[in-house]
């Protein structure tokens, strides 16, 4: 079973002179109660799930009372008094799973939506969808047609989140937004992501680490998804973990915000010792409870003329560093 850190046990006061970002509350604020999914234990209030069209997934509350579950689309099938299933529907889109407290009687309690833990679920386009590396207007290219190492996280993805002008700022989680981790190429809409919850868990559990230890309130995800086009045209590795959804090139960019790592280590400068700071704590986290499918590589990059210092973090499934 995985476990991601507890976001309650992450309380901490902001150095002197260090600003919050509206909305930092989130990350010491956990949910009223944990949920088992994907044999995962979440505390976030907010959580990710990617499906396939008819795809049924089990959630389970880890509360001392009933729990109910309301979805705006699908099919949903009680198990316990505090275990649900939910059948995703047959076409692509995007809906709201709620889970909350019953009241007495069995209904849902009243709530303020404090008692309330989210999913915010998106039916996938599948892979068959592709044609000639183009899906609905928008070029995807061609995975490698056999696997890094024989290794299954490298076998092409299942399916594509279709993004909409309508969809990209949902939340993924309390601290991210679909739209973050969209491809750099130049496209219309809609466009389209693979998006891996194992990368946001593990993303989330670094924010929670990062607030403890410098009062940052978020990470700014400078590279997220890159389609196999895209990643061949600016010449990265053929392998690239971006390619697959679990993979992002992050810093920490306070308000006021300006596009750059801020200077972590207080030294005056915005350089890769900031970048070595963050890698330092996403490393350490890395190393204590995040084990099976959140392992994966790590590293640190200094700035260039198109962009500032950051950090490489994914969930590749072996441990890397550089």
């Not at 275990?83 to 995703?88: Q, Y």
């Not at 099976?292 to 441990?319: K, S």
Request: aromatic share 8%; glycine share 10%; proline share 7%.
């Amino acid at each position: 079973m995985l476990l991601i850190l507890v976001l309650g046990a992450v309380g901490g006061a902001a150095p002197s002179g260090t600003a919050r970002a509206q909305g930092s509350s989130a990350a010491v604020d956990p949910a009223p109660f944990s949920v088992r999914y994907r044999d995962h234990v979440s505390w976030l209030r907010v959580n990710p799930l990617f499906v396939l069209p008819g795809q049924r997934i089990t959630l389970e509350a880890q509360s001392t009372s009933g729990v109910a579950l309301r979805a705006s689309g699908g099919r949903t099938e009680r198990l316990g008094p505090r275990r649900w299933a939910w059948t995703a529907p047959p076409e692509a889109g995007q809906h709201r799973l709620s889970l909350t407290p019953e009241a007495s009687g069995g209904s849902a309690g009243p709530g303020d939506g404090r008692s309330r833990v989210t999913f915010n679920a998106f039916v996938m386009v599948p892979r068959s969808e592709v044609r000639d590396g183009v899906l609905n207007g928008y070029r995807i290219g061609r995975y490698p047609e056999s696997a890094f190492r024989g290794l299954a996280r490298y076998r092409p993805p299942e399916g594509f989140v279709e993004v909409t002008p309508e969809n990209r700022d949902v939340r993924v989680s309390p601290h991210f937004r679909l739209g973050d981790f969209l491809c750099k190429q130049p496209a219309g809409w809609p466009r389209y992501v693979v998006l891996e919850e194992r990368l946001l868990w593990k993303l989330e559990a670094v924010v929670a680490a990062l607030h403890r230890r410098e009062g940052a309130s978020s990470l700014h995800v400078m590279s997220g998804y890159r389609t196999p086009h895209y990643n061949a045209a600016i010449g990265q590795a053929r392998h690239s973990r971006h390619m697959y959804g679990d993979a992002a090139d992050v810093f920490v960019d306070e308000a006021p915000e300006d596009g750059h790592m801020d200077d972590l280590n207080g030294d005056g400068r915005e350089n890769r010792a900031d970048a070595r700071r963050l890698y330092r704590i996403a490393d350490r986290v890395a190393r204590t409870r995040l084990v099976d499918r959140l392992i994966g590589g790590m590293g640190y990059y200094p700035a260039t003329p198109t962009h500032g210092p950051f950090v490489h973090i994914d969930a590749r499934g072996y441990r890397a560093r550089w």
